[in-house]
């Protein structure tokens, strides 16, 4: 993030119009933060900030290098004063939620994050982990302090690198220009095979800075540093009508990148052209251009762009934080609440923090006591990483549940990944296993994504005495319908072709058909016609299978923070212990209407449904627990069944599922 008053270390040529171009930036940011399906570029407001970030930085550095006032402490200690005091109080208020609400693994990564944070070595340690852009993103309260790790980094090495420049012949826009296109390429050659290190790198990103920097030795330069004839005298067409087609340009540059560039689109690579050429020309117009003038310096954004470093620093924790809590990601309403909760963060941050201290009058001391305790968050942050998050917070009773995850479950074995159950998508293999297929008097097959195969430790715990052939064919992300293109798993068309030839051939006495069943997303299949080939699917096997009963069993309760996760979380924030049964709420309406949808459909081709939200829920309290063990959770996960889960909800249905057979156990 830029500085945000570094404006008026102009004196006289304060730009508001800079402070709005800054509230733009910071807006793009939270608005895609918050509502990233429709502000779908909003994240090159992070460029913006580094346009911003180079030129007035290099402005400061050039007249002070001309002035002979230079000095490298004391440009390291304004910029102490200025960066350390809002991101210590949002570093400290980090730890302290993160305390209260976050599980070991998420806070001891929460410690590194803070360690990082206060060494400004975000981005790298961002790099070894995931994209920016990933799901996992939501729950890293402080991943956004990567582009300000790039910032520093930059102010560490940029000041020095022109004073040493600043003594030679050549004039410094040279080495600007240098730098930059080495940067550029850099960034250009890797952004195809290295998206992710090109996102988080300083090498590749720096261009964005130093095109500031370019344009500040442009504007405001003494021939001292620019002397090759005024650089082909382009100062001199700076004439209002050039003024205003430079201010025009640069904000359609701007919208273009905001509402046309998406996360599906590799970045920054040459798409960054847009908001960093948009920012240059928006900049270089002047405080008096008709964008500038009339939009860029109105109150409103001035104001947003005077608390714009506190605004970026604060709306990420909040948000992430409250998706922890919650479970999943907040309603619109409750973001819009967030954000604003946000605003009146940094405005007071601002006020009682910023201002006050940077322009402290004791200004060696306040600099010395920002450093140390910028050094002990980090070192807090590390001794919270290096103990692994801290479980002795928890009451002993919880302990044991904090570790789990679907290895302690062996949700792999008993589902019989890469046997039965076709666990690799990218493997390449269309057709299930012949030892998966079993022939009998009575046959049952199994069929579906992994919501399916979790039924099969159930299915097998009843037939102890073999009386059902139990044929299972199940792959991850492929739902049990024909013709469907899984996005995550392009085996899936060819496997359900394959089901369905196993299918009519075995002609079995039973079906299972178990999935997801994204009902809820139905907004985002229709271009696949999900619906539609469901549909057609169960009419086909209809006819395909007139003695086969043809069974559904609709979706599994998803639990907000996920099975282990959920009953720790729960007794964690209410301060309890697991001593007995814990129901878990959910969002009764989603599945009542699920429920509805699915077995009217079934219905209608006389096709037997079967509702685990009613089976394991009862007014919209859900069973979490079916035994004492911790590995007696209904789920592994958020809506997995777990072993004893699967038995416990077979069980319950057993009458139903079997009646074909006259089954009785």
Not at 196 to 203: A, I, K, N, R
Not at 323 to 342: C, E, F, K
Not at 546 to 569: D, N, S, V, Y
Not at 616 to 634: F, M
């Given at each position: 993030m830029p500085d945000s008053s570094s404006t008026n270390n102009l004196a006289s040529n304060y730009r508001p119009d800079i402070d709005g171009l800054r509230a733009i930036a910071v807006i793009g940011v939270v608005s895609f933060h918050?509502?990233?399906?429709?502000?779908?570029?909003?994240?090159?407001?992070?460029?913006?900030?580094?346009?911003?970030?180079?030129?007035?930085?290099?402005?400061?550095?050039?007249?002070?290098?001309?002035?002979?006032?230079?000095?490298?402490?004391?440009?390291?200690?304004?910029?102490?004063?200025?960066?350390?005091?809002?991101?210590?109080?949002?570093?400290?208020?980090?730890?302290?939620?993160?305390?209260?609400?976050?599980?070991?693994?998420?806070?001891?990564?929460?410690?590194?994050?803070?360690?990082?944070?206060?060494?400004?070595?975000?981005?790298?340690?961002?790099?070894?982990?995931?994209?920016?852009?990933?799901?996992?993103?939501?729950?890293?309260?402080?991943?956004?302090?990567?582009?300000?790790?790039?910032?520093e980094q930059f102010y560490i090495f940029w000041p020095l690198l022109l004073y040493l420049f600043h003594k030679t012949k050549i004039p410094l826009i040279i080495y600007c220009i240098i730098f930059t296109l080495l940067s550029f390429f850099l960034n250009m050659k890797s952004i195809v095979s290295n998206p992710?290190?090109?996102?988080?790198?300083?090498?590749t990103r720096f261009w964005e800075l130093t095109i500031g920097s370019i344009l500040g030795c442009i504007l405001y330069s003494t021939a001292l540093q620019l002397s090759i004839g005024s650089l082909l005298c382009i100062t001199r067409i700076r004439l209002p009508i050039f003024k205003h087609i430079s201010s025009i340009i640069g904000a359609l540059f701007i919208l273009i990148g905001i509402f046309y560039l998406s996360t599906n689109k590799p970045y920054p690579g040459w798409r960054a052209l847009?908001?960093?050429?948009?920012?240059?020309?928006?900049?270089?117009?002047?405080?008096?251009?008709?964008?500038?003038?009339?939009?860029?310096?109105?109150?409103?954004?001035?104001?947003?762009?005077?608390?714009?470093?506190?605004?970026?620093?604060?709306h990420w924790p909040i948000l992430a934080f409250a998706?922890?809590?919650?479970?999943?990601?907040?309603?619109?309403?409750?973001?819009?609440?967030?954000?604003?909760?946000?605003?009146?963060?940094?405005?007071?941050?601002?006020?009682v923090i910023e201002k006050p201290i940077r322009f402290s009058i004791y200004r060696k001391f306040t600099t010395v006591i920002l450093v140390l305790l910028m050094l002990l968050s980090g070192f807090i942050g590390y001794l919270v990483y290096l103990d692994n998050g801290v479980s002795t917070r928890f009451p002993e009773p919880l302990r044991q549940y904090i570790s789990l995850d679907t290895e302690d479950f062996e949700f792999a074995k008993y589902v019989r990944a890469d046997l039965c159950h076709l666990h690799d998508p990218l493997n390449a293999i269309k057709t299930?296993?012949?030892?998966?297929?079993?022939?009998?008097?009575?046959?049952?097959?199994?069929?579906?994504?992994?919501?399916?195969?979790?039924?099969?430790?159930?299915?097998?715990?009843?037939n102890k005495k073999q009386e059902?052939?139990?044929?299972?064919?199940?792959?991850?992300?492929?739902?049990?319908?024909?013709?469907?293109?899984s996005p995550k798993n392009p085996n899936c068309l060819n496997l359900n072709k394959n089901a369905l030839s196993v299918l009519?051939?075995?002609?079995?006495?039973?079906?299972?058909?178990?999935?997801?069943?994204?009902?809820?997303?139905?907004?985002?299949?229709?271009?696949?016609?999900?619906?539609?080939?469901?549909?057609?699917?169960?009419?086909?096997?209809?006819?395909?299978?007139?003695?086969?009963?043809?069974?559904?069993?609709?979706?599994?309760?998803?639990?907000?923070?996920?099975?282990?996760?959920?009953?720790?979380?729960?007794?964690?924030?209410?301060?309890?212990?697991?001593?007995?049964?814990?129901?878990l709420k959910l969002n009764a309406t989603i599945y009542e209407q699920e429920d509805l949808y699915l077995n009217k459909m079934a219905n209608s081709v006389g096709i037997t449904?079967?509702?685990?939200?009613?089976?394991?829920?009862?007014?919209?309290?859900?069973?979490?627990?079916?035994?004492?063990?911790?590995?007696?959770?209904?789920?592994?996960?958020?809506?997995?069944?777990?072993?004893?889960?699967?038995?416990?909800?077979?069980n319950e249905v057993k009458e139903t599922l079997f009646a074909p057979l006259n089954y009785r156990k």
């Open positions: 918050a509502f990233p399906g429709r502000i779908t570029g909003g994240f090159i407001g992070v460029d913006i900030f580094f346009v911003i970030s180079g030129f007035l930085i290099s402005t400061i550095i050039y007249k002070n290098l001309d002035s002979g006032n230079f000095g490298l402490i004391s440009f390291y200690t304004k910029r102490i004063r200025r960066i350390f005091p809002s991101l210590l109080i949002v570093l400290f208020s980090t730890l302290l939620a993160g305390w209260f609400i976050f599980l070991p693994p998420e806070f001891k990564n929460l410690g590194k994050e803070i360690a990082g944070g206060a060494t400004f070595i975000s981005n790298f340690i961002n790099w070894q982990e995931s994209g920016y852009f990933d799901k996992a993103a939501i729950s890293k309260p402080l991943l956004h302090l990567w582009s300000l790790a790039i910032e992710v290190g090109v996102f988080y790198s300083p090498l847009l908001p960093t050429i948009g920012t240059a020309l928006l900049i270089y117009a002047g405080k008096d251009a008709v964008i500038n003038r009339i939009f860029l310096s109105n109150k409103t954004l001035i104001f947003f762009g005077l608390i714009s470093y506190p605004l970026y620093l604060w998706n922890t809590y919650i479970g999943q990601i907040p309603s619109a309403p409750i973001r819009i609440i967030l954000l604003l909760a946000s605003v009146v963060l940094a405005w007071g941050t601002y006020l299930y296993p012949t030892a998966c297929v079993i022939p009998g008097k009575n046959k049952l097959v199994l069929w579906g994504d992994s919501h399916a195969a979790a039924l099969y430790p159930g299915i097998v715990k009843l059902i052939s139990v044929t299972q064919l199940t792959a991850p992300d492929c739902p049990p319908i024909l013709y469907f293109n009519v051939d075995l002609q079995p006495n039973i079906l299972i058909m178990g999935s997801a069943w994204p009902i809820r997303y139905k907004n985002s299949f229709e271009s696949n016609s999900y619906i539609d080939q469901l549909t057609y699917t169960l009419i086909y096997l209809k006819k395909s299978l007139p003695k086969t009963e043809i069974i559904i069993i609709g979706p599994m309760p998803e639990w907000p923070h996920g099975g282990p996760k959920a009953l720790i979380f729960k007794k964690w924030i209410s301060m309890g212990m697991v001593k007995e049964e814990v129901p449904y079967i509702s685990p939200y009613k089976i394991l829920c009862k007014n919209s309290e859900c069973t979490s627990r079916v035994g004492a063990n911790p590995l007696d959770l209904i789920t592994v996960d958020s809506e997995h069944l777990s072993k004893s889960g699967s038995e416990y909800f077979i």
